[in-house]
C-alpha cells in the first residue's frame, strides 16, 4: 500500500472539525448505561403512534414528495430518510422535525454507500481482489467521510454475501466465493467507516447486509430461494456477517430470500435466536425494499396486517419503503396479535442507534453549520482522486501477458477500441452513490493522459455493448444507462479495423454495461455479447497485437477471449478513477498485483465451481484421467482462472513450506512460513495465500481453505519470509451435531500466489 497516501488520508480526516448543535435533550455520555436510561425515559413519553413512526424508514421520491413528508413528520410518522444525499435537503426535514414535531426525535439518514459516495472507488468485487485490507480501509474511510460530509448517519453496506454463481448480478457487490475474504473485508470497512464512534462527525454507522445467505440463491437468480444444510449454511456463509457484527456493525439488513422455506423477514430464528441470543447483537434490524409486502406472495402471511405481524414477530425492527407498519400495527396492537412489548422493543432499537449516531446530543452533528455547506455539491474539490486512483490500480488483476505485450511502449500509435472505452457512466459501476459521471475518467481519457504528446491515439467504438433490443430496453428502464449507436454493426466494425489497421497496438475495452452486474440482473449467458465477439474477431484478424481490457461486475466465460487475446487485464468497474488507473497498469507506472477473488468458470454449465469444494469419493485427477470420476467429460474441469490468480510485470517464487513444529495441541499455534523471491527484473508485489486442509474428519471437509493472505513488496532478486501463524479458530469448523469445534488429526498447508499453484506441508493437531 502507499503509506503516503495513507498518511494523507488520515491527515485529512483528523483535521475535521468537531462541530455541536443544540440539542433539545441536553448532552448525554455516549455509554451503554446512559443511553439505555435515556431510551428508557423517553419510551415512557411517547405514543404507540410516535412508537409506530420511529419504525418507519422512507425513501424520497414521487411516492414521498417532500410536502408529503413534511406531513408525516409533523405527526411523528417517519423515523429515518433514505435517498437524500445533500445537506441542504437532509438539514431541512431536521428542521421539520424540530420545529414540528412533539417529542423532537431526530431523524437519521441512510443511502448506500457501497465502494464510495461522491470519489467511487472500484466495486466490491474489485476492492476484493487487492487483497489488503489497508487498502480496504482506506476505501471505508473516505467513503465515510464523504458520506458524513453529506449529512449521512448510516449506509446499506458493507455487503457480505457470499456467492459462488457469477450468473447472479449482485457479486458485484460483494467479495467474492470466499468466505475467509469476504468476513476480512467486510470487517475491514466496518472498522473504518465507523470509526471509534458512528456519533463522530466523519464516521457513519454500518448496516451490514443482506443477512442472510443472499448469494446461495439457487440458480444465481436475483431474489430466489436457498436451502442448505445447517453445517454449509454456518461453514460458508454466516461467518461474514459474524464478523462484520463482532467489528461493530450497528444495523443489520435483512435479505429478500428465504433460507430453508422461510423468508428471512419472518424467520425468529434467524433474527431472535440467533441474531440476538446467540451473537448477542444490540443494533437495528431493518427490512429490505418492500420485504414485508412480499411476505404474502412468499406464501407465509394471509394479507398485509398478517405480514406486518409476522414482520415484527420475527424481530424486524424497522419497514424499509412502505406503508404497512404505520397503517396496520394499531389494529394488531388492539387486537393482541402484536404485543406493547413487541412495538416497545423494536422501538428502543431503533432509538438506541440514534443516540449511538449521536443524534440525541446533536441533531445536526453530521451537517455542521449552515454557512459551512458547499457552495457546489458537486464541486471538483470535494472528491479523494488520488486515494480512488491508487486502489484503482492495486484492484487490477493481469490474467494473461503472452511475450510480454504489456507494458505498453509510449509510442507509436495505439488504437483504443470498444463500447466501454470511453463511457463514464460505466466506468462507475452499479450503486454508485452520489458520483457524478462526468467526473469519471474513462480509459480512452486515462491512455491519452498517460501520453500526452507521445504517441498517437486513434480511437473507435466499434459496437454497441450488445446488439439485442430486449436487453437494450431491461437496461434503460429506469434510467437512460445505455447509449446505442445508430449506425449499422457492419459500418462500426470496418472503422474499427481500419484504426486498427493503421495502428502498432490495439487495446480493445470490452465487457458488460453496468447495469448487466447488477440488482435484477442475472444472466444465463456470462459470455461477451455476440457484437463484442465479432468485434474482437475482427480486431484478432488484423494481426496487430491485441490487448483486451475488461470492465465487468462479474467472471465472465472467455475461453476464447483467452485464445484470442495476447493480453488480458481484468479492471472490474474500476471507479472515478478508473481511466488514469488502467493507464498507469497498460503503460508499466504501476505493476499489477490483483488476485481474483472469484474463479473464472469456462462455461456456464461448469457453475458452480469454486477452489473450496468437499472432498468426494471419486475425485477428479487431470494428471490421470479415469472415467469413473467426479467430472465433466465435454471439457476441461479446472477453472479458466483459479480463485486468487493474478500476474505480474515480474516473477515469483515461493520455497517450500516449513512449519515451526510437527504438532500443535488446541491451546497451542504452530506456524507456516515460506520464502518469497522476486525472480524477475522488476519491483513488484503480490498476495501471498495459506490453505488448510482437514484430512480426515468426521465429515467432508474442503480440499482447500483460505486462512491467511498477506501482501509484499519486493525489488528484483529481493527475498522475504512470510509467515502465517496457525491455530485452533483456523482448525474449527461445525460438524454434523452443529457443534462448532477442531477435530485431532492431520492437516495439509498449502502456501501459493493462487489457489492452485501451492507448495505443501503439514501438521497434527492433538
Excluded at 5 to 26: D, I, R, W
Excluded at 132 to 159: C, F, K, Q
Excluded at 309 to 338: C, F, H, T, W
Excluded at 595 to 604: A, D, E, I, N
Amino acid at each position: 500500500m502507499n503509506w503516503r497516501l495513507a498518511a494523507a488520508v488520515a491527515a485529512c480526516l483528523s483535521l475535521a472539525p468537531a462541530l455541536a448543535g443544540t440539542s433539545p435533550f441536553g448532552q448525554h455520555p455516549l455509554t451503554v448505561q446512559a443511553r439505555d436510561a435515556f431510551v428508557s425515559d423517553l419510551l415512557t413519553r411517547m405514543t404507540n403512534d410516535e412508537k409506530i413512526g420511529q419504525l418507519r424508514l422512507i425513501s424520497v421520491g414521487p411516492d414521498n414528495p417532500k410536502s408529503a413528508i413534511r406531513d408525516m413528520i409533523k405527526q411523528g410518522q417517519v423515523g429515518a430518510i433514505f435517498n437524500t444525499v445533500t445537506r441542504q435537503d437532509i438539514r431541512a426535514m431536521q428542521d421539520q422535525v424540530m420545529a414540528l414535531s412533539r417529542l423532537k426525535i431526530p431523524l437519521f439518514f441512510a443511502y448506500d454507500v457501497v465502494h464510495g459516495q461522491r470519489t467511487i472507488f472500484p466495486i466490491s468485487l474489485g476492492l476484493a481482489s487487492t487483497f489488503n485490507l489497508d487498502t480496504a480501509s482506506i476505501v471505508g474511510r473516505v467513503s465515510a467521510y464523504e458520506a458524513a460530509d453529506d449529512g449521512l448517519n448510516m449506509t446499506w453496506a458493507p455487503m457480505v454475501d457470499v456467492s459462488r454463481d457469477p450468473r447472479w448480478g449482485r457479486v458485484s457487490e460483494g467479495f467474492g466465493e470466499d468466505t475467509f475474504l469476504s468476513s476480512a473485508m467486510g470487517q475491514a470497512l466496518v472498522t473504518s467507516m465507523q470509526g471509534k464512534s458512528p456519533a463522530e462527525r466523519y464516521s457513519v454507522m454500518t448496516s451490514v447486509k443482506h443477512f442472510a445467505a443472499y448469494g446461495a440463491v439457487e440458480g444465481g437468480r436475483e431474489y430466489n430461494t436457498v436451502d442448505m444444510s445447517p453445517q454449509r449454511l454456518f461453514n460458508d456463509y454466516m461467518p461474514p456477517y459474524k464478523a462484520a457484527l463482532d467489528a461493530g456493525s450497528g444495523g443489520v439488513m435483512v435479505a429478500l430470500n428465504s433460507v430453508n422455506g422461510t423468508p428471512s423477514t419472518a424467520d425468529s430464528w434467524l433474527l431472535k435466536d440467533l441474531l440476538r441470543d446467540q451473537w448477542g447483537f444490540t443494533g437495528i434490524t431493518i427490512s429490505d425494499h418492500g420485504a414485508i409486502k412480499e411476505l404474502i406472495k412468499h406464501g407465509v402471511a394471509r394479507d398485509p396486517e398478517d405480514a406486518v405481524r409476522v414482520a415484527l414477530n420475527a424481530g424486524i425492527n424497522m419497514s424499509m419503503s412502505d406503508e404497512y407498519y404505520s397503517k396496520y400495527l394499531p389494529g394488531l396492537l388492539k387486537s393482541g396479535a402484536v404485543s406493547q412489548q413487541a412495538l416497545d422493543d423494536a422501538t428502543r432499537h431503533v432509538l438506541n442507534v440514534k443516540y449511538d449516531m449521536g443524534l440525541f446530543n446533536d441533531p445536526y452533528s453530521h451537517l455542521g453549520p449552515r454557512e459551512s455547506d458547499p457552495a457546489e455539491t458537486n464541486a471538483e474539490s470535494r472528491l479523494h482522486r488520488e486515494a480512488a486512483r491508487q486502489v484503482a490500480r492495486e484492484s487490477l488483476v493481469l490474467l494473461k501477458n503472452r511475450l510480454n505485450t504489456l507494458p505498453l511502449k509510449k509510442s507509436g500509435t495505439i488504437a483504443v477500441i470498444g463500447p466501454l472505452a470511453d463511457s463514464k457512466r460505466d466506468m462507475m459501476g452499479s450503486w454508485s452513490a452520489a458520483g457524478v459521471a462526468e467526473q469519471s475518467v474513462t480509459v480512452l481519457q486515462g491512455i491519452k493522459n498517460a501520453l500526452g504528446e507521445q504517441a498517437t491515439v486513434r480511437y473507435a467504438r466499434g459496437a454497441n455493448v450488445t446488439d439485442d433490443q430486449g436487453i437494450v430496453a431491461f437496461l434503460n428502464q429506469y434510467e437512460p444507462a445505455v447509449t446505442i449507436d445508430k449506425r449499422t454493426p457492419q459500418a462500426m466494425l470496418d472503422e474499427a479495423v481500419k484504426t486498427a489497421s493503421q495502428s502498432d497496438v490495439i487495446v480493445a475495452v470490452v465487457g458488460e454495461a453496468q447495469g448487466m452486474a447488477h440488482e435484477a440482473s442475472s444472466r444465463t449467458d456470462i459470455s461477451l455479447p455476440a457484437s463484442q465477439q465479432a468485434l474482437i474477431a475482427a480486431l484478432k484478424k488484423t494481426g496487430k497485437p491485441l490487448v483486451l481490457v475488461l470492465m465487468n461486475g462479474r467472471p465472465l466465460t472467455l475461453v476464447k477471449e483467452d485464445q484470442q487475446a495476447d493480453a488480458l487485464l481484468e479492471t472490474w468497474f474500476a471507479g472515478t478513477e478508473g481511466g488514469n488507473a488502467i493507464a498507469d497498469v497498460l503503460f508499466g507506472d504501476y505493476n499489477p498485483s490483483g488476485k481474483l477473488p472469484m474463479s473464472f468458470p469456462r462455461s456456464v454449465g461448469q457453475i458452480p465451481v469454486y477452489y473450496s469444494h468437499l472432498s468426494t469419493g471419486r475425485p477428479y485427477n487431470a494428471d490421470k484421467p479415469n472415467k469413473y470420476t467426479s467430472r465433466y467429460f465435454d471439457q476441461v474441469n479446472a477453472p479458466l482462472y483459479p480463485f486468487g490468480y493474478g500476474l505480474s510485470y515480474t516473477t515469483f517464487s515461493v520455497s517450500p513450506v516449513r512449519m515451526s513444529a510437527p504438532s500443535m495441541d488446541k491451546q497451542g499455534s504452530v506456524t507456516a512460513s515460506v520464502t518469497v523471491t522476486n525472480t524477475g527484473k522488476r519491483e513488484g508485489a503480490t498476495a501471498v495465500q495459506l490453505y488448510l486442509q482437514d484430512v480426515t474428519a468426521s465429515m467432508s471437509r474442503p480440499v482447500k481453505m483460505l486462512r491467511g493472505f498477506k501482501k509484499v513488496a519486493l525489488k528484483p532478486g529481493e527475498a522475504t519470509t512470510v509467515s502465517f501463524p496457525i491455530d485452533v479458530n483456523a482448525l474449527s469448523f461445525w460438524n454434523a451435531r452443529m457443534q462448532h469445534a477442531a477435530e485431532p488429526g492431520a492437516f495439509n498447508v498449502y502456501i501459493g500466489l493462487d489457489s492452485a499453484r501451492v507448495q505443501q506441508g503439514e501438521f497434527t493437531l492433538k
